[in-house]
């Protein structure tokens, strides 16, 4: 099942207790899609966006416009809250994901 890129951002966010910067967001969302394409025959994406290979590793280029503010700062508690299914987050798979990439 593949959720929208900024759903699995807050889920990320959320599991990691809001203690992760922009940097470590994009390479655990990097990871977790490619985990969850090698366990699902590559058939559906985690995320429903396209990585991009820049300097500092693989990022989805709309998410980090929207982290961008934070710097190499934590990511506010909270934010994108307003714009992110929060229900069934669980069902996403992104929470076994996290575990095993963090």
């Known amino acids: 099942m593949s959720v929208k890129s900024l759903n699995a951002v807050y ?42 290979a820049w300097e500092f590793g693989p990022v989805v280029p709309h998410v980090y416009r929207e982290m961008k503010k934070y710097g190499a700062g934590i990511i506010e508690k909270g934010f994108l809250a307003s714009r992110c299914k929060r229900k069934g987050l669980q069902q996403t798979g992104i929470r076994h994901y996290y575990k095993i990439c963090k």
């Open 11 to 52: 889920a990320i966010c959320h599991f990691s207790d809001w203690d992760i910067t922009n940097l470590q967001l994009q390479k655990i969302l990097y990871l977790a899609h490619k985990k969850h394409l090698g366990e699902n025959d590559a058939e559906t994406p985690l995320v429903r966006s396209f990585f991009q």
